[in-house]
Nanobody, 124 residues
Framework: QVQLVESGGGLVQAGGSLRLSCAVS????????MGWHRQAPGKQRELVAAITSGGSTNYADSVKGRFTISRDNAKNTVYLHMNSLKPEDTAVYYC??????????????????WGEGTQVTVSS
């Protein structure tokens, strides 16, 4: 079984910063891509940033230059450093990853997992 636990959300004023963390635990063989998505009220969930196992990154245009995604492979953790936050960044932020699990001595098929989300609220 695999779990993703997010932390670091909260309320911040416009122009402020937050750092989100997402720790992946459980029966893991290897982790591939990791990423962050967000969903604002009344809107579809959208990709914010993603990072491959090799460290390549991509960002939504709306956050380029303000957000930085990173990962610590030794800790199976992905981070999202958010600077210069704007009210339009307000959303529930979800961590996701796709990985190979293990079950005893066997590697299980590649599968995507999601965290439960953490609320980020930016006040104007």
């Amino acid at each position: 079984q695999v779990q993703l636990v997010e932390s670091g959300g909260g309320l911040v004023q416009a122009g402020g910063s937050l750092r989100l963390s997402c720790a992946v635990s459980g029966s893991i063989f290897s982790i591939n891509a990791m990423g962050w998505h967000r969903q604002a009220p009344g809107k579809q969930r959208e990709l914010v940033a993603a990072i491959t196992s090799g460290g390549s990154t991509n960002y939504a245009d709306s956050v380029k230059g303000r957000f930085t995604i990173s990962r610590d492979n030794a800790k199976n953790t992905v981070y999202l450093h958010m600077n210069s936050l704007k009210p339009e960044d307000t959303a529930v932020y979800y961590c996701n990853t796709d990985l190979l699990g293990c079950n005893g001595l066997a590697v299980t098929p590649r599968k995507e997992y999601w965290g439960e989300g953490t609320q980020v609220t930016v006040s104007s």
